[in-house]
């Protein structure tokens, strides 16, 4: 079983939909928990990153962790064509360094 | 571009030649990390550098593999004797820590696709 466990879809929505990306993990240890997005042939970006459970907003983007079910998620409002890419969920402990990803879930947001 | 630069973009080789991957990592920087990606998988963990230090190595990194960081600047991760199952994108991160600050961003390079043939 993988540490971090992410569905590689593809995922196809209309523009204006909202998304719904999840992982789910089993190591307790994880304390920070990630968000990448990654356009085809280019390197992950950050989109932003929780520490411990709890939500954070960033413009369209919502990220949530559940540490009692070792459950995060990432919604985007109002997606766009161009939030077409690659998702990569990604955790590391409370030292950061070592970073685990999950195998990344294609988005195509169809105009 | 003050980004994290990898060189080449594009590395393609015979099975059993060494190769060679250079990162230039956010000058500030003091960590970086190499990853390898397949396709369809996320980035996995080889190893990373706090300055000119290897902190920790993954189980992934073969005893063909070797990389270094002289001087805490660049870095380096060579390829002895290419396997075709070497082929992958190689990706390069850089981040800040400090005391004080606690963040897990780290910032990626456009990596170097590696086709062993």
């Known amino acids: 079983q993988k540490e971090v466990e992410q569905d590689p879809g593809p995922l196809s929505v209309p523009e204006g939909a909202i998304v719904s990306l999840n992982c789910t993990y089993s190591?307790?240890?994880?304390?920070?928990f990630m968000w990448y997005r990654q356009y085809s042939r280019k390197g992950p970006e950050l989109l932003m990153y929780?520490?411990?459970?709890g939500n954070k907003e960033d413009g369209r983007f919502t990220a949530q962790v559940d540490k009692s079910s070792k459950y995060i998620s990432l919604f985007i409002r109002d997606s766009q064509p161009s939030d077409s890419a690659t998702y990569l969920c990604a955790m590391s402990g409370i030292g950061g360094f070592k970073t685990i990803f999950g195998a990344g879930t294609r988005l195509f947001v169809k105009a | 571009d003050t980004g994290v630069s990898q060189n080449p973009r594009h590395k393609i080789t015979k099975r059993g030649q060494n190769v060679t991957f250079r990162c230039d990592p956010i000058?500030?920087?003091?960590?970086l990390y190499w990853y390898r990606q397949t396709l369809g998988q996320g980035p996995e963990f080889l190893t990373y550098?706090?300055?000119?230090?290897?902190?920790?190595k993954s189980r992934l990194l073969s005893d063909r593999f070797s990389a270094e960081r002289p001087k805490g600047s660049f870095s380096t991760l060579e390829i002895q004797r290419t396997e075709q199952g070497d082929s992958a994108m190689y990706l390069c991160a850089s981040s800040l820590m400090a005391r004080g600050r606690i963040s897990p961003e780290a910032f990626f390079g456009q990596g170097t696709r590696l086709t062993v043939v």
């Open positions: 550098f706090q300055n000119e230090a290897q902190l920790e």
């Open positions: 929780t520490y411990s459970s």
């Open positions: 190591n307790s240890a994880f304390q920070y």
């Open positions: 000058s500030e920087h003091n960590r």
